[in-house]
């Protein structure tokens, strides 16, 4: 895995992704036009596209959440259970 950011970790794991929006940003861009535009049609458009952008970033972090809680925790980092 040459990159560790959330979108790569989802991709490589095989999470998958409906967004068209390619990146943060993008994703930045196109809220600057959204605040910008006063074309209800493009704004409606935009905000749609920023939703489920938003959207697969949450559905990939979960994701990885749960993949890695899997794995449990590291050895050696948590103390010995007590008797």
Do not use: C
């Amino acid at each position: 895995m040459p990159q560790l950011g959330l979108a790569q970790v989802a991709s490589y794991i095989a999470i998958p992704k409906i967004s068209r929006v390619h990146n943060g940003l993008e994703a930045l861009f196109m809220w600057q036009e959204y605040r910008g535009s006063r074309d209800e049609d493009k704004r409606v458009a935009l905000k749609t596209n920023l939703l489920e952008y938003n959207r697969d970033d949450l559905e990939a972090l979960v994701g990885v959440a749960e993949r890695m809680a899997a794995f449990g925790p590291p050895k050696g980092l948590l103390p010995a259970p007590s008797s």
